[in-house]
C-alpha cells in the first residue's frame, strides 16, 4: 500500500442552484475565470462564470482612477503654467508701468525723453500747463 501526502489549496464556491458549498482548486477556478467554460457543483449542476467579476470589476475601475488622476494631473500642470504666465505679465506690466511713470516725472521736469536735454521752456511749459502730468499713475 502507497500513501502521499499533498498540499493544495481550495476555494470555497456556492452553487447558485442548490446552495451547496464545496472546494475548488484555485487554479482550476483561475482557469474557469478566465476561458468561461462550464464546471459543475457535487449535486451535478452546471455553474459557469460568465459575468464580470469583482476582480474584473476592480481592475477596471482601477484603469478609470488611473485614467482620472492623469486627467488631474495634467489640469493640474495646465493651471499652473497658467498661473505662471498670469504672474509673468503682472510683473512685466509693473515693470512697464515703472519705466512709464520715470518717463513721465523727466518730461515734467524738462528732461527730452529722447536726448537727455534739459530744456527749460519745456519745464515752464509743463509746470504751468499740465501741473498734474508727472504725479499722475499711469491708468494702463
Same mark, same amino acid.
Given at each position: 500500500m502507497t500513501t502521499f501526502t499533498a498540499v493544495d489549496t481550495f476555494e470555497i464556491v456556492h452553487c447558485y442552484k442548490c446552495g451547496i458549498a464545496f472546494g475548488m482548486p484555485q487554479d482550476f477556478q483561475q482557469r474557469r475565470l478566465n476561458d468561461k467554460q462550464s464546471f459543475y457543483c457535487p449535486a451535478g449542476h452546471g455553474q459557469v462564470y460568465g459575468g464580470p467579476t469583482d476582480r474584473d470589476r476592480a481592475q477596471k475601475l482601477a484603469g478609470q482612477l488611473d485614467i482620472e488622476r492623469s486627467r488631474v494631473d495634467s489640469e493640474r500642470r495646465q493651471r499652473a503654467a497658467v498661473e505662471r504666465k498670469i504672474d509673468y505679465q503682472k510683473?512685466?506690466? #509693473?515693470? /512697464?508701468?515703472?519705466? +512709464?511713470?520715470? /518717463?513721465?516725472?523727466? /518730461? =515734467? %521736469? =524738462? /528732461? $527730452? &525723453? $529722447? $536726448?537727455?536735454?534739459?530744456?527749460?521752456? +519745456?519745464? *515752464? %511749459?509743463?509746470?504751468?500747463? %499740465? &501741473?498734474?502730468?508727472?504725479?499722475? #499713475? *499711469?491708468?494702463?
Open positions: 510683473r512685466a506690466r #509693473k515693470s /512697464v508701468s515703472t519705466r +512709464l511713470q520715470k /518717463v513721465k516725472v523727466r /518730461v =515734467g %521736469h =524738462g /528732461v $527730452c &525723453p $529722447c $536726448c537727455n536735454r534739459t530744456f527749460k521752456a +519745456l519745464a *515752464d %511749459h509743463m509746470a504751468t500747463k %499740465h &501741473p498734474t502730468y508727472a504725479a499722475a #499713475k *499711469d491708468e494702463a
